[in-house]
Nanobody, 123 residues
């Protein structure tokens, strides 16, 4: 199983960014891809996840309205659109995969992780 997050960078408050997660090396019947982030000195937290089969999504309350998760099954890609970026969004963002269809942001439920991509929001 391979996951690779990309699309991070240095942006200004109020900007938008789209993160990408490329998934490969597995053929699970159904699975969930989650996006997590870890800010300096803080625990890794889940921000959003999406079910591969039907595109059902779930968001952490802290990001609802600003984050949008989507998928392209043909390309084995999952995206995280982040709008109105805030300094507190600064973190390393990771994508991860869990088997099964239950939507959860519990990081312990995700078995496979890729290296993260750094998002820095600063003026």
């Amino acid at each position: 199983v391979q996951l690779q997050a990309s699309g991070g960078g240095l942006v200004q408050p109020g900007d938008s960014l789209r993160l990408s997660c490329a998934a490969s090396g597995f053929t699970f019947d159904d699975y969930t891809i989650g996006w997590f982030r870890q800010a300096p000195g803080k625990e890794r937290e889940g921000v959003s996840c999406i079910r591969q089969s039907d595109g059902s999504a779930y968001y952490a309350d802290s990001v609802k309205g600003r984050f949008t998760i989507s998928r392209d099954n043909a390309k084995n890609m999952v995206y995280l659109q982040i709008n109105s970026l805030k300094p507190e969004d600064t973190a390393v963002y990771y994508c991860a995969v869990r088997l099964g269809i239950y939507l959860t942001l519990d990081r312990n439920e995700y078995a496979y992780w890729g290296p993260g991509t750094l998002v820095t929001v600063s003026s």
